[in-house]
């Protein structure tokens, strides 16, 4: 019979001849002398069967005794019990995860949604009172999220349209068809490029920032030092940064539109031969106004989602300094996401509206 | 006259790991100008009860009810936080009339005149014209005090104001509190976990148990002014609202 004490005995002789089995390609357990065998042996044969099971060596049990028969059936029982166990738990945990993070997701954009009506009702009432709007911190936030933002907002757009216009008019030539490239950088420029880049900047820029501005006074208490004084938050701290982003986005994307227009221009004299004036002459006749000023629109609509979105997720904040970090990063991420899903929708509105877009 | 009504205040905060159930029902009346001292241990739902009555938390269920000013006005709350809470970006005299600007029906003169006895009140007045990073803890806290007082607030609520100090000058912050309140005849609410300073400013005692925060006590504090913190009535109560803290607020929840 096989005891605990053979244990070392047993895993030597698996180990030193494990290689003969799985080049026979089979293996016989003959326990015809053995009328039983102790379960930790038992189970180091009985994972050996499975390792050569796993590697297609068939295993089988001659002269195997009940107990033995028992305790192989005891060890695969309790092996696959565990596996489905694991297995459930996991499916379980995914699914749990996952509904979570669809609730929070959910929960998030339904407080957005009443904190947006909120500032929505702070802002009309200021409308009706202009006086009683902050327009020192209004001059300050256009300062800090508009004049600041020129540079990297006619850089970049002004690159993309260097970019843009070289590669599509490269393709173009191909066809003889470079003459098409101004039409083509204007309205990806002015649709949706320029709009587009100048929100995401914005959102990085002046979403995180406000995020973090209101994050910071929430964990100091200085939000409910303002709410315990009778201040209306709303009027106070949200209204003043969205009636600057409104002032200052259509602006940012007018530019961004000129800036990616120009590098366009650029690419075209330099790498395509294509003549200023034809370049100009073509995006003249590609463009009308209401491409320009439905790119000012977009950016209105871009200028409250990023206000709104910045200073909920400041609002948010509750514990230290940790909570105001990943205020910010959220403020970014869902600014971002709803910017496109905004973009997306109004899309879907340009096409009926803009003349020669329809199918 | 109830300066303050609690009845029935509970409130429950609803967290990703589960629902924590912070207070109450909690009920009392606060006399007009009482002094009142909440005493409590950590996390037993003092600042969550403080937060409340000032609206900052809406409660579950229960309500708040302030008495209206004579003239039928809405009366007024002032807060002092455990931080301060000042406004980094501006100065001491900027932050105190900030209140009374927001307002917008007091003129600049009588702004001025009432920042100013404010600060002299709270012996501030030598640094009216620094920002709150240049001044020590403890004369944040009294920039804090000045900015809730200014506004002559009909109920004070203090919460743990001077917990983050030492010894030295959290006692000397008690004295100008204790003679500050006696002076504004105002209805003070006063939380803190230390006993002794419950006992050193209050005119009665409420003990809360632990998490949710529900009424184990209430002592009168009977001492007469000025108080002594060696005096035998002053050890006697001390030693008597210790006893209750432990037989009752320590003991297993």
Known sequence: MLETDDTDYLREFIEKNKAVFFDAGKMKLDFSDSPGIDSVPGEILYQFCRQLARAGVKCTRIGASKSIDTLFASFKR??????????????????????????????????????????????????????????????????????????????????????????????????????????????????????????????????SAFAAEIGTMQVRQEVDALRVMGFDTFSYLVTPKMIALLCVMPFLVLLANCAGIFGGLLAGTLFLDLPASTFISELGKALIPLDIIWGMIKSIIYAVIIANVGCFMGMRVRGGAAAVGKATTAAVVLSIFLVIIADALLSLLFVHIRPGLSL | ????????????????????????PVSFDVPQGSFLCVLGPTGCGKTTLLRTIAGLEVPDSGSVDLMFRADGRQPVVGYVFQQGALFPWMSIHDNVEFPLRARGNIDRITRRMRVGAILEMVGLSDFSSSYPHQLSGGMQQRAALARSLVMQPDILLLDEPFSSLDTRTSQDLQENLRNTWKEAATTVVFVTHNIEEAVYLAGEVVVLGHRPGRIVRRQTIDLTDPRSRLSREFTNYLVSLRRTFKELVEEPE
């Open chain 1, 78 to 207: 309790h092996e696959s019990a565990s596996i489905s166990k694991k297995q459930q738990v996991g499916m379980h945990e995914h699914f749990e995860d996952l509904g979570e993070g669809v609730s929070t997701f959910l929960n998030t954009l339904s407080g957005l949604w009443f904190f947006a009506g909120e500032t929505m009702n702070a802002f009309i009432g200021l409308i009706l009172r202009p006086l009683k709007i902050r327009w020192a911190m209004v001059f300050y936030y256009m300062e800090e999220s508009g004049v600041k933002a020129i540079p990297i907002v006619a850089t970049l757009t002004w690159l993309l349209g260097v970019v843009l216009g070289y590669q599509s008019g490269f393709q173009m030539r191909i066809f003889g068809a470079e003459t098409f490239m101004p039409a083509l950088l204007g309205y990806s420029i002015t649709w949706e490029i320029g709009p587009m880049l100048a929100a995401v900047l914005v959102a990085g820029r002046s979403g």
């Open chain 2, 1 to 24: 006259m109830t300066a303050l009504s609690v009845t029935g205040l509970a409130k429950t905060f609803r967290e990703k790991s589960g629902d924590v159930h912070a207070l109450g």
